[in-house]
């Protein structure tokens, strides 16, 4: 590689930087996008020009076909899918780093000398990551848009299995590097880290997926960086390593917020041991005996109007039932009417992380209306009515006030400290962390039952005429 | 020092830079975040170009056009559905 072709892939490397340095705020963040596609354009510019390829013709064939799909799929994906398509995506990353090794693998042994140890390293490393990236990924996003079961698929001896083929996978790397050629042993270690995605990610349930994206997000990074150490690229190597330090960070942001610990989700099988009767200690029995107050269409659209503020609080229920445009209706109607209205979002709304954000920016809520937890929490003492729209664990009060709940420590909205609590649900039943929500027996709290998009039509025609 | 030395040498920095940039990207972005650093990994196009252009062997080749698409559905989808997302990220606009 000669000099110049290694200053063009900085400058890319420097303008992906440039470009996520822009994400830090949602005016400059399309621009940024923009910047780091520049960057992109630029290093498949320079590869084209590099003097190893002989032909574009295969090139230009892959090329056009991978970009007719990824355009397609780009249009043609709903908000609410994005999970599903960012795993899809990180998936043929992860592919792409695996297919490009074994190709490097079938081209040096055709030469019939020993791979040298650095190169041997670095291709059965790649080899091995994007493996797993591809096979874990895809798996996470078929249960995401629940072609297979979405809740945690256990069977027995899981760990020890996998901790056999993680073993037996390293072993047959190091045979590999220091020993003969193999091309059947290479085989079997493609297939065994494609195996081992598969096993990795089938035991975590469907809840705890945005932390398997966020990881797998991280690996496809460290996927790229593979390739650019089996390439000898530096500038590979740099834009691996800065999205994978991206996926880490939003996959610590995603335990943090859950209440977990990385082992204990990839491990853990948490919707099991959080059902054994949890949370019922004498406190929360004495609230759950008291029953909860129902509230009617017509009283919860009169207390809405006649607020001087009001915070909504979006999960996962809300989009489920498809009615962020509803949502942004009625605080429409409400700020006509001279209430203030702004949305509590908690980390782990949605499907991944900020997910909820870009479901509310797509019906058109103006995005400094959307407050971070750490944002919003100080202003609910002084707020009239918190309204909560299909999220449970993550305004319950349990998780400061009770030790025993699963849910201590986990960072919540403080809904509880608002004046006045409207809670939109469907029913009774726990959330994901399967435990009573004390804040449904608060005295100041109001249920509304029903489906999400259909309450908030009744309560927009209520507010109507109020 | 070897060449794969220099190499670990710039990955470790690079992640230093990495955690640095990341951490000032605030939660509402988070998910255009994660589909446009999944774009930037498609930076794998590079690697499949050299193995699909150098054509060493056929069945490399084959591997390396395959991989091309791989990387290029990664990059082109990832943009432009990141793209579409920060579309959408507006300040008031009443209708």
């Known amino acids: 590689m000669s000099g110049w072709m290694q200053l063009a892939y900085l400058l890319a490397a420097v303008l992906f930087i440039v470009g996520l340095k822009r994400l830090s705020h949602p005016a400059t963040a399309r621009r940024g996008n923009t910047i780091s596609a520049v960057g992109m354009l630029i290093a498949i510019v320079t590869t084209l020009l590099d003097q190893q390829i002989l032909s574009v013709e295969l090139i230009v064939l892959g090329g056009v076909l991978g970009s007719g799909a990824g355009l397609w799929m780009a249009r043609a994906v709903p908000m609410t899918a994005m999970p599903q398509m960012v795993g899809i995506l990180n998936g043929f990353g992860g592919g792409a780093s695996l297919l490009v090794a074994a190709a490097e693998w079938h081209r040096l042994v055709q030469t019939g000398e020993q791979l040298p140890v650095d190169i041997a390293v670095t291709i059965y490393a790649s080899t091995l990551i994007g493996a797993v990236t591809f096979s874990g990924s895809m798996i996470a996003a078929a249960k995401l848009q629940e072609l297979v079961p979405g809740r945690a698929v256990g069977f027995p001896g899981q760990h020890p299995i996998n901790l056999m083929l993680v073993v037996a996978l390293l072993a047959a790397g190091i045979y590999l590097t220091v020993g003969p050629d193999h091309p059947e042993l290479f085989l079997a270690l493609n297939a065994g880290a494609l195996l081992l995605g598969i096993l990795l990610v089938i035991p975590i349930g469907g809840a705890d997926m945005p932390v398997v994206i966020s990881l797998l997000n991280s690996y496809s990074g460290l996927a790229a960086a593979s390739t650019g150490f089996v390439i000898r690229n530096p500038g590979l190597i740099i834009t691996g390593a800065l999205v994978g330090a991206s996926g880490i960070i939003l996959t610590q942001i995603m335990c943090k917020a859950m209440n977990r610990s990385l082992l204990n989700v990839l491990f853990g099988g948490f919707g099991a041991a959080a059902s054994g009767g949890a949370g019922t200690d004498a406190r929360t029995a004495a609230l759950t005996a008291r029953g909860v107050r129902e509230v009617t269409v017509e009283d919860a659209a009169l207390l809405l109007a006649f607020a001087r503020s009001v915070i909504i609080i979006p999960g996962y229920g809300l989009a489920v039932s498809q009615g962020q445009h509803q949502v942004r209706e009625l605080a429409d109607l409400l700020e006509k009417r001279g209430v203030s209205v702004k949305y509590g979002i908690h980390p782990v709304a949605g499907r991944m992380p900020g997910h909820m954000n870009v479901l509310l920016a797509e019906a058109n809520v103006s995005y400094d209306k959307l407050f971070d937890m750490e944002q919003i929490n100080p202003e609910f003492a002084h707020t009239d009515v918190a309204l909560v729209i299909g999220a449970n664990d993550v305004v319950n009060p349990a998780a400061r006030n009770t030790p025993s709940s699963p849910l201590f420590g986990m960072p919540i909205l403080a809904v509880d400290q608002a004046a006045n609590v409207v809670v939109m649900k469907r029913s009774m039943n726990p959330g994901f962390a399967g435990v009573e929500n004390e804040l449904f027996y608060d005295r100041k709290t109001a249920m509304l039952f029903g489906n999400a998009k259909d309450s908030l039509l009744r309560l927009i025609a209520e507010v109507k005429t109020a | ?84 997302m920060l579309r959408m990220f507006k300040r008031e606009r009443r209708p």
Request: no cysteine.
């Open chain 2, 1 to 84: 020092m070897s060449v794969l030395v220099v190499l670990v040498v710039i990955f470790t920095l690079a992640m230093f830079v990495g955690f640095e940039v990341i951490t000032k990207v605030p939660p509402t972005l988070h998910t255009p975040l994660m589909s446009g650093s999944n774009a930037i990994s498609g930076i794998t196009i590079v690697g499949a170009m050299i193995v699909a252009g150098m054509g060493a062997t056929r069945f490399a080749a084959v591997l390396g056009v395959i991989a091309v698409a791989f990387a290029m559905i990664n990059v082109v989808g990832g943009y432009a559905v990141t793209d579409r």
